[in-house]
């Protein structure tokens, strides 16, 4: 069969676009044709319209004391916790690496020592690196500063909480990060809650809301009437001139966002009839194992 190749006319072999001589696919299939194109964040496709992603660095939220999971976390962390015979944390891994990254870091704290562990005795076929916090947990913002050593590519990277099962396609938010050229792209969803983000109709962020308490953020932002209620799911997309920003130690990215949110380009992800699922609770127990099985 004839050498797939892609636009620069070489031999896909002999690309210097493909990463490592790394390629990361789903599916496998014949007479496939491949196509590079001359950016940091590259793009190949097949032919049969599925795209991947070369050198792509993700994080997962893996340090949180898990409480809302008690009894369930007294003994281990939340990543640890099984659903449908899996941890969290290997559901999650798989995502990620079957939407093509390669490289990930996790952050841990609560019972550290038994994400290390697992950790080090399986083999996802990637890289993974460890944010040690268990000195201080730093939460969410704080959490992506300390890791920023491990995001030195100059490419944007994809954040995804240890807790949360769904369907979302993971290429496709992240193509859609790279063409809007937001500074950050969250995925959302119209799920029930009490804390929403407003995006305008062009899905921009523009605010905070937790009806419970009537709180807005920023202070003082008058709510348009157009804007749209949208719940944060757990992942999302930062490019690394975001890091430049982010300078204290221990806070929400969240808050982070909301700070910056009128000089940044922070834009909303909404896939339709996405399925999202936050395992961080006992009540999601079951309906996170029927999700995997199904």
Not at 147 to 162: E, G, Q
Request: net charge neutral; proline share 3%.
């Amino acid at each position: 069969m004839e050498a797939a190749s892609c636009q620069c006319n070489r031999n896909i072999n002999q690309c210097q676009h493909i990463a490592s001589g790394r390629l990361h696919r789903k599916n496998s299939g014949q007479d496939r044709k491949f196509h590079c194109q001359e950016s940091d964040n590259q793009r190949i496709k097949i032919n049969f319209a599925q795209t991947f992603y070369c050198r792509m660095k993700a994080m997962i939220f893996a340090a949180g004391l898990g409480t809302r999971l008690k009894p369930l976390t007294d003994s281990k962390p939340k990543a640890l916790v099984k659903i449908d015979g899996k941890p969290l944390l290997e559901h999650v891994i798989t995502k990620l690496t079957t939407a093509g990254f390669d490289e990930i870091i996790v952050n841990v704290h609560h019972f550290a020592g038994q994400i290390i562990d697992f950790i080090k005795q399986k083999n996802f076929g990637v890289r993974l690196e460890i944010s040690d916090e268990r000195q201080m947990l730093l939460d969410t913002g704080g959490g992506i500063q300390k890791a920023a050593w491990f995001f030195d590519d100059d490419k944007p990277f994809l954040v995804h909480n240890v807790d949360i099962l769904s369907d979302i396609d993971l290429q496709s938010l992240y193509k859609n990060h790279l063409e809007t050229g937001a500074e950050a792209t969250l995925a959302v969803s119209s799920r029930t809650t009490s804390r929403y983000l407003f995006f305008d109709p062009e899905m921009r962020m523009r605010g905070w809301i937790n009806e419970a308490t009537g709180e807005v953020k920023p202070t003082g932002t008058a709510i348009n009437p157009n804007w749209r209620k949208l719940a944060f799911s757990g992942i999302h997309v930062i490019s690394p001139s975001l890091l430049q920003k982010m300078t204290a130690e221990k806070y929400s990215i969240i808050d982070f966002y909301l700070s910056c949110v009128n000089d940044s380009y922070l834009a909303g992800f909404r896939q339709e009839n996405a399925r999202i699922i936050d395992v961080g609770k006992l009540q999601s127990i079951e309906e996170a194992e029927e999700f995997m099985r199904n």
